[in-house]
């Protein structure tokens, strides 16, 4: 009997200090659950928006108070994306909850969770993919606050960072982003530096489907004057003789040439080549390896000390 109620009085000790270390943590949760955090976002006295304009790239940002800028960038031919720049970032590394918060005016309404992001170190903490980045510009134009939260990185006690942008002031600036979106050049500078035409075997012309990347090459070449060079280089595969093929490589380089210079481009600004079947990209073995081959090369040269606008190397 004495040993079962040593068990009972262990039993019931046991449970009354589970109950009493639960009870401290219930108490303690709402403490560190309402640590207020730091929050940085412009009000309506500083809140300011800032748009850059030209055919290669459009960049929609605000100055976030004591914090850095947010920014909202659409490269020709690229989708627009979401970034923030910061020359302190106080977000730890790992990944900022993102929440799309309803303005101070419409109380009631929900907040909308977007997952997540993640936060890297240097003064570029975090960008944002195309899809959640027009989320995030509808939602401005809307009245309402995208908001980034993170834990700081300096100390783990200390509350969480909270960086946010302002939709005051914001639909007159956006119809003027929209306008910059809509004039872009179809493609920009890195997708058609380097351009490749492919032939069928003895063809003079390249498929029609080409012809719509030479038209972005004339267009972008009109637009940048930067272009200082277009080198454009024939080739052939090995099938046939040397002579006729150069010849080949020639006839097909010089109908890129005049193609571009029908379009109004300077002839001066064009160098034109041709090698035969000299230089192949690729064994020539088979028909993949042959087709190839058969290929005239654009080259865009560019000055690089004049930029017709930095927005495009953001």
Known sequence: MRIDRLKTNNWLAQTLFTKLVLILVAVALPVAANVPAV???ATFDNSEWKLESSVFACSLSQEIPSYGKGVFYRRAGEKMVFFLQTPYNQMRKGQASLVIEPPSWRPGNPA??????DVVSGDRPFEVEPE???TMLASLNKGYVPMF??????????????VGLSAFDFDPIYRDFLGCVSHLLPVNFDQIKRSVVFYNSGGLFPDEKYYQLLDYIVMYVKADPAISN???????DDIGRRFKN???SRERAEHITNYFIK?????ELITTRYHGERYPVVRNLGKDGRSRNR???IRLERDEPFRPSNLEFF
């Open 112 to 117: 909308r969770h977007m997952g997540y992001v």
């Open 132 to 134: 959640r980045a027009s």
């Open 295 to 297: 290929r005239v090369t």
């Open 246 to 248: 150069r010849e080949l």
């Open 39 to 41: 929050t940085y976002l």
């Open 149 to 162: 939260t993170r834990k700081s990185w300096y100390e783990p006690t200390e509350p969480s960072v909270r």
């Open 263 to 267: 379009a109004g481009l300077a002839e």
């Open 230 to 236: 277009i080198i454009i280089d024939g080739h052939t």
